[in-house]
């Protein structure tokens, strides 16, 4: 199990705040980065944010929180599809971080 979280928090700080804009205290991973390409982008990322999502069946999550999950990654989709101002809330937004984090709380909810 400890592998895994690892594994997905890597995944999730790659995507979301790997790199910090330099001169600012803002943190951009590759999902803000390849939602600058037009479609392509957002919807290659939407692909790693479902991989994230899947081992919340592995861990039988709760269905309200895999919804909660889907929900993230809709709304870091959907909003990311509009030119700019979706690159911009993709900054803030960071889904693969939000949902990450819900499967560790639900993880160590049951331990």
Known sequence: MDKDIRHLDNIAKLMDSQFR?????????????????????????L???????SYA???????RIIAEMYRNAAI????????????IFDVGWKANLRNVALLKA??????
């Open 47 to 53: 692909l790693v944010t479902l991989y994230l999502t």
């Open 21 to 45: 804009i330099p001169g600012t205290p803002v943190r951009v991973g590759l999902d803000s980065i390849l939602g600058l390409v037009p479609v392509v982008g957002d919807t290659g990322t």
């Open 57 to 63: 069946r592995k861990y039988k999550v709760p269905k």
């Open 106 to 111: 639900h993880i160590k909810s049951k331990a």
């Open 76 to 87: 870091d989709w959907a909003i990311g599809l509009v030119p700019l101002a979706g690159d």
